[in-house]
């Protein structure tokens, strides 16, 4: 375990920056970064961490933070929402940012409007996937945009081959098995390279897979899906394994809140008491509070094309380099324990 001293960094640089040899964590200051509450991340293609907050666009250049905000009063090619609720770079290289008043593109100069409401039935965009050529737009009750070029496909909540939610989650693409999926509470619905089939449920046993509220990329291919108490992985032949659940951090009251699946075959999983590295079946490292993180509660977890790990709390916003380097994925064999049922319905 780390037990870094975290040395204070006095620098004229967009926000406050503190730095050790294993972490570095970022404050809230004017003129950078503006909130510790992120919502999504995605990777630049210059090495940039893009973050979407309830407080503008926020992008860390390696340096410092730059944040985007919403004008007061109109002014064209700006942010139309203060509120970013999800980020993605689009196939022609701009960024995709889906607020809380509709879909814009940022192409390092200026905001463009791309769809509002009466394109996407619902302006909230929640989640956003490129896959290939095409980008995939989620909103929370009015079902799944497909865009191919200037084509639009509107995937409506219940019609035949769309998912039969009204309360959709997240969205998370599976690139090795081909596969795209949508998760609300009620279940998960997925679609194939073959769009014209549309989406079908996901059933395990002929019952539906549910109750799950997050679902993240596994690199070597499917998905994990995780709730509050379990995490389990979704191959692309339909095949659900547990990998582990609040038991196996051996310590009580504790909960899973995000999740991140390392190149490495590592998962860091964010809970209410630290961030935790699985591998191999246990614990492979922590960092808390005492390893300078100020705040036990971890919001977010996302791991970057650098080798980082990066995390959001109720203080502060930071990362903390990836430590295992094995290229070995999870093996779904083991003696992990297991605390919870497979979700059905």
Known sequence: MRRAVILVVFAFIACVAIASADLTVFQPSYGGLSTTDVYDWCNGPDGEIVAATPRGLALFDGENWTTYHRPAGYVPESLISETVLSVEYAPDGTLWIGTTQGLQSF???????????????????????????????????????????????????????????????????????????????????????????????????????CGYEGIRTDPFGGVYLFNRSQVVHLDAAGKVVPVLGCGDFEREGMRIQDLGAAPDGALWVATNHGIYCWKDWGVADKIGRVDGIWANSIKTVFLDQGGRCWFSTSTCVGYSPLQSQTDTAISFEGPARWDGNLRLQ
């Open 107 to 209: 192409d390092g100069r200026s905001f463009h409007t791309i769809a509002e409401q009466h394109q996407l039935k619902n302006p909230a965009v929640i989640a956003l996937q490129r896959w290939d050529d095409t980008m995939w737009v989620e909103t929370r009750n009015s079902g799944v945009h497909c865009v191919d070029g200037e084509n639009w496909t509107w995937y409506k909540p219940f019609a035949p081959g769309a998912p039969a939610s009204y309360a959709l989650e997240d969205m998370a693409l599976d690139p090795e098995g081909r596969l795209l999926y949508c998760l609300s509470k009620e279940g998960l619905w997925v679609i194939d390279e073959n769009f014209t089939e549309g989406f079908s449920p996901v059933a395990v046993d002929g019952r539906l897979l």
